[in-house]
């Protein structure tokens, strides 16, 4: 019997690339000035702005709630509103981070399918209490690339977005914590979906997709790059021995490495959609364009399937709903060896 | 012409010990829980345990600031003071984190000699306006151990200091930005430089020591354990791939590497002090004990070592008082070539 | 033509009792302590013991913001959610002021009919994702009562939302802005409504039922007291003549003032009630009990009110849906007056 | 024996001007706009614009507290610094209000005799570590006139120092809790002591001088009137039925009653001092100029006075030292009774 237990958990459950290991180890050599003032990370942010075809100025993190809150706390003032969606992660699962690094700019909630925030919802949220002083302001739209259920915004989407945002006079933020994952799928450039659209500044996921703990605000308004650098001091966040945090980013980005493994994770993404369709037993939800599957699942196929080790988040929407996230990690075996043993758990094993 | 140009600016210029990137590499191997729920983030708790000789609760973070500013808010009421001297790095070089972390709790600085905080200012402090509804309430003595000087609390002083705190129902806070290098100096437990001296809360820096990015918030009273799990997620430092950090600490404590680190940045400051106080141009400030060396310096040595490539802080405090930080990564060599160039400096070499 | 233009926005449009400023002007004579130290205050607090028949502690403050927020802060954790109706008017018209007072607290909304907290819903929020760190946790139920729409909880319903508060840990606060206008509604003892039903701290509103602006935060669970005595100094709500905010709530309350007020406001409601209702051609929205009357009217009614120089909210919540707020100083000739030209509007009048 | 008791403790003991609560019961008739868009308010802010010569924008607040920190709130952001005298009330007696209003903003003390800030004290704060991100940014100074020991900036020495502030690039504040008892002192106009030196933002204080619970926050620079509105309501202090607030300053401006009441208790003060400069035993500290006094008294001097029943503080900045603080409401009566008393006790009575 086996005891083979891959988890679908989260991407977060991966290692770090080799290669960005590598690219650590190469710059443990000698003494570096402190702060982000070292050659790596002058490289990392001249890297990234060749990335982005822009003069773009980066801060590095060691989380994603730091780059959202850090970011967000830059766009909106204290008495400001956040527009997302209502399953945005800033809106539930940052514990109060965002109005914590803002001394109380609340987040207000849009609707849409698909995880999507909806241009119509948007048209309404940019108004909300406009100039009322009883209600938080609008002042910021963040979207997130690709969103918390692994759909994906289309260039034109996010551009009818961004227009309804800066129309109403809001700033923009993206929060990129899978943009990897949604830029291989979009197959176009990073500009594209990022300024060219409208994004002030966008949270850079790279630790789900490869890094061990860097994430970069990169900062496209230049009228607040300076006054990031005092926010991310005070709150903590600006490192002493950068040039490691730089490191990986540059491992990260070298030789297209993040591309590759976005397309890694989204394709285990597709090869598990592609099985699991199959059986009639389970319905997926959505359609996933990332890394990231939802679907229905019978309860006895749930159970059997975690009785054999595997792990996966399960009735936590909706009962019976269970997710599936892969990662630049996962390999074809282990979509093989999973989907056998869904096979199995649902009877059509033995029917083969 | 020599271009060699050791820098003694500070202990963070240092890379990382080849141990604790051997760690981290060791590490990556498969999936592994994020949010500090993996095997390596428990036996990193277990093994501080052991080390202070007490069931700890431990918090990682990556820089000083975080651990420093954490556990100052879960010490401290919004309307409560910090009290510390006036040298102190909560004081002086945080941009305003500790008001920030804790929605504007104030510092409250003391007097003493030496950079420690004199008793009887303590004293004065600990009842400075209590029960003024009008004033900031004394809640929390922050010590620094090694001092921002580079001098040390002894353990007496350390334990009369507590209990003045203690007697007064008052919170202790250790910040042990160079814990090891204090401790091996004071050549004494962990133990008795901390809880049994009345210390609630140790930030156990590892970072200017060996490490990468991870710093230690150690929880000696376990009531606040609790809400340091939230306050460390909303402000964006709950890393998830949080096994990095573990090993980090992992290979740091292993094998006292930490211990051998703190003793070769101690015996280099040792070495070079030793060295600086046989030249007559050259005034010792205080009595170094640890890693730090502060001295005044004339205006024409200064520049001769600076043309030469050195780097070291100097005419920040005062005009030709210069510091020189010791790290782990400090060789004899190092030292040696250093002195040397100041003995040039100052025109001993020819007389030699 | 007439030219009466009786306004039935909100009763905070009204002015203050004349025992009110009497009593203000009574304790213009010589000195007194600044601060709340003074006689009049230290009666006021006495008086509200006897109202409430319990030892409470009493801090004046003069908007219903700062009673609320101050509340919600001592009773919640920055990392705290407050548990209200999404009708609340913490939740809607604060900008942001419940965040900002303790850094950063979520509001997590609930529904219910009505206007008021179903005990189903109560249930699920007090558990909401407790003990996960990723989320704001359940710490405070607030409740307003009346509510925001005009009804008004029964005293079993109270106990049974605070028996679930209580016993899910949680602590409770009330939102009495509207406090009197309930209590005469309900015909019973403050004391059954609060602290009989689990309420640990009362936000007992006054402005809106006669005095000028002055609110008094009603502490029934004295361990938040001290804290509270700091928080309203450092929010600027320690008034130094505190004197005159004691003096109006001896005013209001001496000679039951504010149940009389409060009756005055209902009968008047109850009036305005009773005569639309006889108009086919509006129809009244749930079952108002206190002093807010909401229901829907035709446009042409609406505009010919406003022509005439009649002012109410409308078309805010719904197409057609009117609010009609009345308040102590309203007479039985104003809406003897306002019904009349309803009358007319509708065309009724004619008909007669 | 007298059981007379005047205290000299604060200008807060007094009452409120009978004009003030005369102008309040006017404006109690019918029903008014709430939050400030009544006519009191827009005449008030008429008036006021008249009072200092420019259109300015004025906020009413009930604390001086209040006004103070959402002033400095709107012009420092939360990594700047407020750069003050270190005798400065929101240094010393607002509970780290200011810290709380702007998320950890923090006060940089300067020196200055007199209680006044020393121009070469500010010319070194306002570069104080500018651009270093480690600490906070210089970003507004405030000045408070009459300052907390009752001296007074002269014009020359408001313009420099507003010269330095603005040629720094920071902004100005002007706590003004007794601005009209400087300026009958300075014999000048409110613009002159105001925005023609460089004050973008004055705490314009009235409670101490005659009114209830009114201060006005008063905004030269109308850049940030719009985010005050904002950051008064969120903070709890945009009062409902502002017309009394706008009455009391009505009451205040009209006839100068605000400059002559300010002259009654400057007046008063310097009768109080003549007496006591003529008594060999007391000593006055420093020129006072406004309504307060300083002077230093024998112990047995003070034990007398205090067991007559007259109240003042003492020994609270050095033993010894005493203050006396006169007000509008001080009459010639009082103070000659007081140093008739104060004859006695150092024991000229029987000499005379």
């Not at 773009?56 to 956040?82: D, Q």
């Given at each position: 019997?086996?005891?083979?237990?891959?988890?679908?958990?989260?991407?977060?459950?991966?290692?770090?690339?080799?290669?960005?290991?590598?690219?650590?180890?190469?710059?443990?050599?000698?003494?570096?000035?402190?702060?982000?003032?070292?050659?790596?990370?002058?490289?990392?942010?001249?890297?990234?702005?060749?990335?982005?075809?822009?003069?773009?100025?980066?801060?590095?993190?060691?989380?994603?709630?730091?780059?959202?809150?850090?970011?967000?706390?830059?766009?909106?003032?204290?008495?400001?509103?956040?527009?997302?969606?209502?399953?945005?992660?800033?809106?539930?699962?940052?514990?109060?981070?965002?109005?914590?690094?803002?001394?109380?700019?609340?987040?207000?909630?849009?609707?849409?399918?698909?995880?999507?925030?909806?241009?119509?919802?948007?048209?309404?949220?940019?108004?909300?209490?406009?100039?009322?002083?009883?209600?938080?302001?609008?002042?910021?739209?963040?979207?997130?690339?690709?969103?918390?259920?692994?759909?994906?915004?289309?260039?034109?989407?996010?551009?009818?977005?961004?227009?309804?945002?800066?129309?109403?006079?809001?700033?923009?933020?993206?929060?990129?914590?899978?943009?990897?994952?949604?830029?291989?799928?979009?197959?176009?450039?990073?500009?594209?979906?990022?300024?060219?659209?409208?994004?002030?500044?966008?949270?850079?996921?790279?630790?789900?997709?490869?890094?061990?703990?860097?994430?970069?605000i990169v900062v496209f308004d230049k009228t607040i790059a300076q006054e990031m650098s005092f926010r991310r001091k005070r709150s903590g966040h600006l490192g002493s021995k950068m040039r490691f945090m730089a490191a990986q980013m540059l491992g990260y980005l070298e030789n297209d490495l993040w591309l590759r493994n976005a397309r890694q994770a989204n394709a285990m993404a597709a090869m598990l959609k592609s099985g699991l369709e199959k059986l009639?037993?389970?319905?997926?939800?959505?359609?996933?364009?990332?890394?990231?599957?939802?679907?229905?699942?019978?309860?006895?196929?749930?159970?059997?399937?975690?009785?054999?080790?595997?792990?996966?988040?399960?009735?936590?929407?909706?009962?019976?709903?269970?997710?599936?996230?892969?990662?630049?990690?996962?390999?074809?075996?282990?979509?093989?060896?999973?989907?056998?043993?869904?096979?199995?758990?649902?009877?059509?094993?033995?029917?083969?």
């Amino acid at each position: 019997m086996s005891t083979y237990n891959t988890a679908f958990t989260s991407d977060n459950i991966a290692g770090v690339s080799p290669q960005v290991l590598e690219a650590m180890a190469r710059c443990n050599v000698g003494q570096a000035d402190p702060y982000g003032r070292d050659d790596y990370s002058i490289k990392a942010e001249k890297m990234l702005s060749d990335v982005f075809e822009k003069d773009v100025r980066v801060f590095f993190v060691t989380t994603g709630t730091a780059a959202n809150c850090l970011s967000l706390s830059a766009l909106t003032p204290p008495w400001g509103a956040v527009l997302c969606h209502h399953e945005g992660h800033i809106n539930n699962d940052e514990c109060g981070a965002p109005e914590f690094f803002n001394s109380g700019a609340r987040v207000l909630t849009l609707d849409g399918t698909d995880s999507k925030v909806d241009p119509e919802a948007l048209k309404w949220g940019v108004k909300y209490r406009v100039g009322d002083m009883h209600s938080s302001q609008p002042s910021t739209v963040s979207l997130t690339q690709a969103t918390e259920s692994g759909t994906i915004y289309t260039l034109d989407e996010l551009c009818v977005l961004g227009a309804i945002t800066k129309n109403a006079g809001l700033r923009m933020h993206m929060d990129g914590a899978r943009f990897g994952n949604a830029l291989v799928a979009l197959n176009c450039s990073p500009a594209e979906m990022t300024w060219k659209c409208g994004v002030d500044v966008l949270s850079f996921g790279a630790t789900k997709n490869g890094t061990m703990s860097a994430e970069a605000i990169v900062v496209f308004d230049k009228t607040i790059a300076q006054e990031m650098s005092f926010r991310r001091k005070r709150s903590g966040h600006l490192g002493s021995k950068m040039r490691f945090m730089a490191a990986q980013m540059l491992g990260y980005l070298e030789n297209d490495l993040w591309l590759r493994n976005a397309r890694q994770a989204n394709a285990m993404a597709a090869m598990l959609k592609s099985g699991l369709e199959k059986l009639p037993e389970i319905s997926l939800i959505g359609s996933p364009e990332a890394n990231i599957i939802f679907c229905k699942m019978p309860t006895y196929c749930i159970d059997k399937l975690l009785a054999q080790g595997f792990r996966f988040y399960h009735d936590r929407w909706e009962p019976n709903v269970v997710r599936f996230v892969t990662s630049f990690a996962t390999t074809e075996q282990d979509i093989q060896h999973f989907l056998s043993a869904v096979n199995q758990a649902v009877g059509y094993a033995q029917a083969v």
